[in-house]
């Protein structure tokens, strides 16, 4: 099984940054597409980005391009979320999630079958 935990997460004023962390323990995640997503109150968890096995294909939801970038240190089995320009919209708890079926990543929530307990973002305006 493969344990992720998030760490960064925070208060920043709007246009601000964060830099948020997931690092996988249990097994290599070398292999496997990772994504993030995020859940406001009283709203469904939804798909923010994912990131291939190899670190070169990448997948946004629209409300983030340009925004935020997705990264992956697979020798240190980590992966970034490096946040810019962030809008109190973009409060929510982020989920780090590792796609173990597969290299893609997917935007559906299904496709994923490991996640970390959550970091808290939230944007003040």
């Known amino acids: 099984q493969v344990q992720l935990v998030e760490s960064g997460g925070g208060m920043v004023q709007a246009g601000g940054s964060l830099r948020l962390s997931c690092a996988a323990s249990?097994?290599?995640?070398?292999?496997?597409?990772m994504g993030w997503f995020r859940q406001a109150p009283g709203k469904e968890r939804e798909f923010v980005v994912g990131?291939?096995?190899?670190?070169?294909?990448?997948l946004y939801a629209d409300f983030v391009k340009g925004r935020f970038t997705i990264s992956r240190d697979n020798a240190k089995n980590t992966v970034y979320l490096q946040m810019n320009s962030l809008k109190p919209e973009d409060t929510a708890v982020y989920y780090c999630?590792?796609?173990?079926?597969?290299?893609?990543?997917?935007?559906?929530?299904?496709?994923?079958?490991?996640w970390g307990q959550g970091t808290q973002v939230t944007v003040s305006s």
């Open positions: 999630t590792v796609r173990s079926k597969g290299a893609a990543p997917l935007r559906a929530r299904t496709e994923y079958d490991y």
């Open positions: 990131i291939s096995a190899s670190g070169i294909g990448t």
């Open positions: 249990g097994r290599t995640i070398s292999t496997y597409a």
